[in-house]
């Protein structure tokens, strides 16, 4: 069955600390992303990649980077937690055919003190 | 400007009682998903569509990409139908969605 696994599903970081956010798909995509939503809003895309070992950045890169080291594996990486990248953070895949929905993990709810 | 304009931004409907939410795009879109966002805060995929209408169960979806809107209707609400709605459009052939800010549907007894 299709799948978007996020890991951790939640998690407490400290300001300035590193986080690093994990996402697997078996669904055999080329694309993925990585979205953040904050409270009472809607999705905004901070990094995606078409293929293995590539990234580029989306609507809202900074203080974020991405890193694909596999077709299966996204991960996205607060070098420097900050207060405000407190959020619901969720990842995505989707194939290169685009005539299918993009499917989306469970999110994980990050909270920086 | 926002690219997807979403409304209403909430809505409260009764039970057995129907209603449409709408996104206007501000550019031309190539696909719109729907999603409701459950109280676990999942997001489930509803509709995807590239053109046309989509019907399942209580809920039908038109996307109108000429015109730059799509429409979710629901009808003969129900309380498990409460959450938020999300409308996200496609933009280009790498599948980045923007997101609309959400309708949030509340259904009463």
């Known amino acids: 069955e299709a799948a978007v696994t996020q890991s951790p599903r939640s998690k407490v970081a400290v300001t300035g600390g590193k986080v690093t956010l994990s996402c697997h798909q078996t669904n055999n995509h080329d694309y993925m992303y990585w979205y953040r939503q904050d409270t009472g809003h809607g999705l905004r895309l901070i990094h995606y990649?078409?293929?293995?070992?590539?990234?580029e950045k989306g609507d809202i890169p900074d203080g974020y980077k991405a890193s694909r080291p596999s077709q299966e594996n996204f991960s996205l990486i607060l070098e420097l937690a900050s207060l405000s990248q407190t959020a619901v953070y969720f990842c995505a895949s989707s194939p290169h055919n685009n005539n299918q929905a993009p499917l989306f993990g469970e999110g994980t709810r990050l909270s920086v003190l | 400007g926002d690219q997807v304009e979403q409304s209403p931004s909430a809505l409260s409907l009764h039970e057995g009682t129907g209603s449409a939410l709408r996104c206007n795009f501000t550019?031309?879109?190539?696909?719109v998903q729907w999603f409701q966002q459950n109280s676990r805060g999942s997001l489930i995929n509803l509709f995807y569509l590239a053109s046309g209408t989509k019907e399942n169960g209580r809920l039908k979806s038109t996307f109108n990409s000429k015109e730059s809107y799509s429409t979710l209707h629901i009808r003969d609400a129900q309380l498990e139908d409460s959450g938020t709605y999300f409308c996200a459009a496609e933009r280009g052939s790498n599948a980045k969605l923007t997101f609309g800010k959400g309708t949030k549907l509340s259904v009463k007894s």
């Open positions: 990649s078409y293929v293995a070992d590539s990234t």
């Open positions: 550019t031309t879109m190539r696909a």
